[in-house]
């Protein structure tokens, strides 16, 4: 932390004797005149506001964080700030910043900047105290003595690890331990942000490539962190002050743009936003209309998206309301009295964010009826966006977690504490990313791949909600498969899964999941059953890849078992004996896909057994190979070349395709019958021995194989065709049943085949 922090220059638009304010782009005077601007986090606590400590009295240097902070909780104890500043300020006493300011200016505008949030006193307390224990000789029991245990875990949460213990594992060990305490209290993340926040505004005199790698680290964790915790009003500034690090060109550009369009002398957005205080005025709403000026980066984007800025594009307009329900009266008043564009609506106040954002967001479109130049082309519509949220979601929306005080606070008829000596806490209610990120931060093998995966995870910014059968819920994010989803359920015990159905339906392992759906996870019973290295490919969250590389490692050469995604290696009839002799006993049938044999019937389709009457003396009967009928079956018959009548049950689609085509049917019926020949397509999920275990299962109910064949297996499902012959057609049912029973085989019904030609 003491590192990080310097005097204040940015490069490209910052004045180099600016106060560290100057370093966040500032918002056009225009604007201000005609806005309400966000938080202000851009005062401090100087260095020539520091004056003697007198006991029992306020220091005058924590006026300003006083000041804010009675204006969130008037009723607070300020003793604790008090003393937690006189030990900062005493313990850090002689250190400078690199900017020459003494370094109690830091804690000082860190503190500053949790109050202005509505932090409560306990977390200002620990910020204030952050860096003691990091870098002066305050250890963590002088902390818990003087402040309690809150403190103290706070304080812990934040202080870093020596790189002289832990080398160039420092940093990546550093934020995990960070998170896990995060775990237990958001507030440690809060005051990490806040500090982050500090030495961004204050980077200027570092090197280059110091400035370049801090501004990276905080793209990639900090920034996504505080979006996760809704810390807008954070978010915001880090990302502006990462843009003028990273691309000071563009950042430039930016500033132009904005300056440009704050000196036009009208401004289409206050013309708006008069117009909507007037409707809201008729209706009987009371609301507040504001202009919300878009921060750099959000107008760069708009600029990349759109090309040509206009007037609109610079800001949109914030609506506040009382009540929730004055939310939607607003919305339906300005979509009755102005155009709406009904694809910018969202509703995020029946389905909140995950970070707990709460809002409506609409767009109206303004009538444009002038031109450019007289006689000139019309200028295109202008649309203004607008946020519609009440005073409460406002503030949770800039300050996030941050406004709601101590989340894991005991109830007011509770023990006034419960936390164990030694530190250690109850896992509280969490956010669900939070949980997933802490499950698999145990499972990383080490530094670099934790520190990897961490800025993969964070990348995923978006969130869905599936159902398990038994009414649970899984959070995944966005893009999620049903690899992922396995993993969430059962950790490492998924790598037992052999698929799964989504909304009842079957569906391979890869399939990607959307918000919303039920799914169900299908489980093998085979100890063999393993995970396959094409997963990877298909597993989105940490834990799962986690996982998959972890049993990968240990099982050198494993992962090409049948639960492969696409290229599922199935056993084929050679691989097991009764099969061998079936082959043997059909020459080359085993081979021919159960769809080659004409409808019409062929020599090798002839009936061993099974007695069928026709009415057409002296004709011999083929049982159709399409559909193999058996008794009881209702059937009918086609006369073919030879004199020979096929047999068909009803159902079957040849039947169809033959009446068609104008062929008379013939009666024909079941006798008695002993032996009957029946086909049979079974579909399973991939896995080891599986033809084995089928083969078996056929065998012990006493049918003979006549032919099987496997065909390529797609994307996890394999599809197994026999031709059997039952010594009785009574035990028809009995072996469907034994089939099914097979572990990964998921259904069994009778050969159907299409028509030819159809």
Sequence with gaps: MSAEATNPATPGPVAPKASAAATAPAVPRADRRKSRPRIDLRRLGRAALLGPAVRGKLPDAIGHVVEAHRAHHPDADLDPLRRAYVLAESSHRGQMRKSGEPYITHPLAVTLILAELGAETTTLTASLLHDTVEDTDVTLDQVREQFGEEVRYLVDGVTKLEKVDYGAAAEPETFRKMLVATGSDVRVMSIKLADRLHNMRTLGVMRPEKQARIAKVTRDVLIPLAERLGVQALKTEMEDLVFAILHPEEYEHTRRLIAENAARPDDPLAEVADEMRGVLREAGIQAEVLIRPRHFVSVHRVARKRGQLRGTDFGRLLVLVNEDADCYAVLGELHTCMTPVVSEFKDFIAVPKFNLYQSLHTAVALPQARTDSPGGTPIAAQVVEVLIRTHQMHKVAEAGVVALGNPYAPASDAPASDVPADGERADPTRPGWLSRLLDWQQAAPDPDTFWSTLREDLAQDREI?????????????????????????????????????????????????KDGDTVQLLMGQDPASEPSREWLEHAHTPAARIAIQRWLATHPGGGTGAQDMTGTRAETAEDTAPARRADAAQGTAASRPADAAAAEGTPTARSRGADVLVDRPGASVRLARCCTPVPPDEITGFAVRGGVVTVHRVECAAVAHM????????????????????????????????????????????????????????????????????????????????????????DVARAQHQAPGS
Excluded at 702 to 729: C, F, N
Aim: hydrophobic content about 40%; overall charge neutral; charged content about 20%.
């Design 465 to 513: 909600t599936v159902f398990r059968p038994d009414g649970g819920t899984l959070g995944l994010p966005e893009g999620a498969t049903c690899v992922d989803a396995a993993y969430a359920q059962y950790g490492e015990d998924a790598h037992a899964c052999i698929g799964a159905r989504v909304n009842g339906r079957l569906a391979t392992l890869s399939t990607v999941l």
């Design 659 to 746: 009446k068609g085509k104008g062929r008379a049917e013939l009666g024909v019926r079941w006798g008695d019958t002993t032996e009957c020949r029946v086909t049979l397509v079974a579909e399973s999920f991939g896995r080891p021995h599986l033809l084995a275990d089928l083969t078996e299962a056929i065998s012990s109910t006493g049918v003979d194989i006549v032919s099987a064949t496997v065909e390529p297996p797609s994307q996890q499902r394999v599809r197994h065709t026999y031709t059997l012959l039952l010594p009785d057609a009574a035990r028809l049912p009995a072996l469907m049943r034994a089939m099914r029973d097979v572990p990964g085989v998921y």
